[in-house]
């Protein structure tokens, strides 16, 4: 609780800022993206170097977003070590008012919900021999928990000019190609704050254009592991 890293409206600025901050570090090397991905928050920061939304209006939306969060009531998640299927089956078999917040990979799938529902799915799922583990959250992100801020969010997002993506992005919310029309609505980055992170299908995306690096920015390693975690071939 003393962590002021899982405030949301404290982790999310500082998150942007690490991203774009090495983002143009790199620019300045030279070395600059082709495609880029997100993962939840890292989408705006894409955004942002597409030329979605200025850097101050980026920063502006991202700030009040995380406010907005931080209203709702807080919930937990899970993360299991289990695939979409498996996962989806384990709730149907004993109903539970959770959502899948993430797909990250073939067996790694993100839960997400009131903190009471939370404990019990992973109740359930570890005397089924699952593999899952609480993440440091005091949030519901994905879920609909977030449902009432949705269109708070919309109306904020539309109160900034947007623009297409000059670079193009892949979406989280659908794993495919973000469109102009939907970088430049306000209805899609509501639909992105409750639905789930199809990360897996994102880096299967990316795959299929042809990416053969990838280069995580920000400060850990997790996003690179899922990456490897999604690749049949070698890593590239």
């Known amino acids: 609780p003393a962590d002021p890293l899982q405030r949301a409206e404290i982790a999310h600025p500082f998150q942007f800022t690490v991203e774009y901050a090495l983002a143009a570090l790199l620019a300045s090397w030279g070395v600059t993206p082709d495609l880029l991905v997100g993962y939840s928050l890292g989408e705006y920061v894409a ?54 917040a993430a797909l990250n990979g073939p067996s790694m799938t993100v839960l997400s919900g009131v903190a009471g529902e939370i404990e019990a799915m992973a109740r359930r799922l570890a005397a089924s021999g699952v593999a899952c583990r ?10 609909a928990l977030l449902e009432p801020v949705r269109d708070k969010l919309i109306s904020l997002v539309g109160s900034v000019p947007r623009s297409a993506p000059a670079i193009p992005i892949v979406s989280n919310h659908t794993g495919g190609a973000l469109t102009a029309e939907q970088a430049a609505g306000s209805g899609y980055w509501g639909e992105h704050l409750t639905g789930s992170v199809r990360f897996r299908d994102s880096i299967a995306y990316c795959l299929a254009q042809g990416a053969d690096v990838f280069i995580e920015l920000g400060a850990g390693q997790t996003l690179g592991s899922l990456v490897r975690q999604n690749l049949s071939g070698p890593a590239p």
């Open 47 to 100: 955004a942002c170097l597409a030329g979605v939304f200025t850097l101050e209006d980026a920063l502006h939306v991202v700030a009040e977003r995380a406010r907005l969060i931080a209203s709702v009531p807080r919930g937990r998640m899970l993360a299991v070590a289990a695939g979409e299927d498996e996962v989806r089956a384990a709730i149907a078999a004993e109903p539970a008012d959770v959502d899948i």
């Open 134 to 143: 609480a993440l440091r959250t005091a949030h519901a992100f994905h879920s």
